[in-house]
């Protein structure tokens, strides 16, 4: 694929030629608030006067007129929510199987549907992608054309990974630490990822980390899926498979890789299971074929339960 032919996918969606239509349809960005509460921006001044709040009063101008005089400051709950979209930029991610049909390619189509989505309803979308390290980070910001810039960001990142592959491996605990360093505001947290570092090692996983970003932030978690990776043409002979973050190579019988297609679909529901009630983040396997129909499930379901 060249990025003109990407472009023309995410044109597609701005356009409303299938997918935004969808997206809008779930309602998913159009808020009052994000977040219950009395939010940030400062209307006014006044006095405060018995019945109302007193979360509301302002101590540090009340100090001199005390106790005769209260002031309280009016907020105004902030209308736009910060979208930032977290890509899993490892090997394991942007490998891919077939031109057509690729965790890579899906994730493409994820962050046009869910930041063109959002850019359409003038939320401020961001980017953070990682490994095993940072691999870059975008501020939230407004417009379409932010969103085209962090494809075309990810798109030259998958090139270069064909020419000069690094094989690097993914570490979630990198972008959790990222982001509860630098997110003093709410967000909405949309993580991509197929979550192989975390379904190989769940014991690594710091579910204290996880619920605190997830009581600060509105986050979920889209688990990238091929089906591809596992089908194998003929159940005779031997095939050699390879670990993509590990890079270690193991040859195995042309019939076992069901079952270990199987065994991996397993722990992966064990640690969907971990997530949402160790940490109350939601979670869903997305695939080539089936996203455009799974997501916006995925969302009204989560809709539905608010």
């Given at each position: 694929?060249?990025?003109e032919?990407?472009?023309?996918?995410?044109?597609?969606i701005?356009?409303?030629?299938r997918v935004?239509?969808?997206s809008?349809s779930?309602?998913?960005?159009?808020?009052?608030?994000?977040?219950?509460?009395?939010?940030?921006?400062?209307?006014g001044?006044?006095?405060?006067?018995?019945?109302?709040?007193?979360?509301?009063?302002?101590?540090?101008l009340?100090?001199r007129?005390?106790?005769?005089?209260?002031?309280?400051?009016?907020?105004?709950?902030?209308?736009?929510?910060?979208t930032?979209?977290?890509c899993?930029?490892?090997?394991?991610?942007?490998?891919?199987?077939?031109q057509?049909?690729?965790?890579a390619l899906l994730?493409?189509d994820l962050?046009?549907?869910?930041?063109?989505?959002r850019?359409?309803?003038r939320?401020?979308?961001?980017?953070l992608?990682?490994?095993?390290?940072?691999?870059?980070?975008?501020?939230?910001?407004?417009?379409?054309s932010?969103?085209?810039?962090?494809a075309?960001?990810?798109f030259?990142?998958?090139?270069?990974?064909?020419?000069?592959?690094?094989?690097?491996?993914?570490?979630?605990k990198?972008?959790?630490?990222?982001m509860?360093?630098?997110?003093?505001?709410?967000?909405?947290?949309?993580?991509?990822?197929?979550?192989?570092?975390?379904?190989?090692?769940?014991e690594?996983?710091?579910?204290?980390?996880?619920?605190?970003?997830?009581?600060k932030?509105?986050?979920?978690?889209?688990?990238?899926?091929?089906?591809?990776?596992f089908r194998?043409?003929?159940?005779?002979?031997?095939?050699?498979?390879?670990?993509?973050?590990?890079?270690?190579?193991?040859?195995i019988?042309?019939?076992?890789a069901g079952a270990?297609?199987?065994?991996?679909e397993?722990?992966r529901?064990t640690?969907?299971y971990?997530?949402?009630?160790?940490?109350?983040?939601?979670s869903?396997v997305?695939?080539?074929?089936?996203?455009?129909?799974?997501?916006?499930?995925?969302?009204?379901?989560?809709?539905?339960?608010q």
């Amino acid at each position: 694929m060249e990025v003109e032919e990407l472009f023309a996918r995410f044109r597609d969606i701005k356009h409303g030629l299938r997918v935004r239509k969808r997206s809008t349809s779930i309602h998913y960005g159009e808020h009052k608030s994000g977040f219950k509460g009395a939010g940030y921006d400062i209307v006014g001044i006044d006095q405060w006067r018995p019945g109302q709040p007193l979360k509301d009063v302002s101590w540090a101008l009340s100090m001199r007129t005390y106790p005769d005089k209260l002031y309280r400051i009016e907020r105004m709950e902030p209308k736009e929510m910060r979208t930032l979209i977290v890509c899993d930029l490892s090997y394991s991610t942007l490998f891919q199987v077939s031109q057509e049909s690729n965790k890579a390619l899906l994730m493409l189509d994820l962050l046009g549907n869910i930041g063109l989505t959002r850019a359409n309803l003038r939320d401020p979308v961001g980017l953070l992608g990682y490994s095993d390290r940072i691999e870059m980070y975008m501020r939230p910001k407004l417009g379409s054309s932010q969103v085209f810039y962090m494809a075309h960001q990810i798109f030259d990142k998958m090139k270069l990974e064909r020419e000069f592959p690094a094989r690097r491996s993914a570490h979630l605990k990198v972008a959790l630490d990222f982001m509860l360093a630098r997110l003093k505001m709410r967000h909405s947290v949309v993580i991509l990822t197929d979550l192989v570092d975390l379904v190989n090692d769940q014991e690594a996983i710091n579910f204290k980390v996880l619920r605190t970003l997830a009581s600060k932030h509105d986050m979920i978690v889209l688990i990238l899926d091929d089906p591809e990776e596992f089908r194998v043409k003929s159940r005779l002979g031997y095939i050699r498979i390879s670990d993509m973050e590990t890079g270690k190579q193991t040859v195995i019988s042309a019939r076992k890789a069901g079952a270990i297609r199987r065994r991996i679909e397993e722990s992966r529901e064990t640690l969907q299971y971990k997530l949402k009630h160790r940490a109350g983040i939601d979670s869903v396997v997305l695939t080539p074929e089936n996203h455009i129909e799974a997501l916006p499930k995925f969302l009204i379901s989560r809709t539905a339960r608010q």
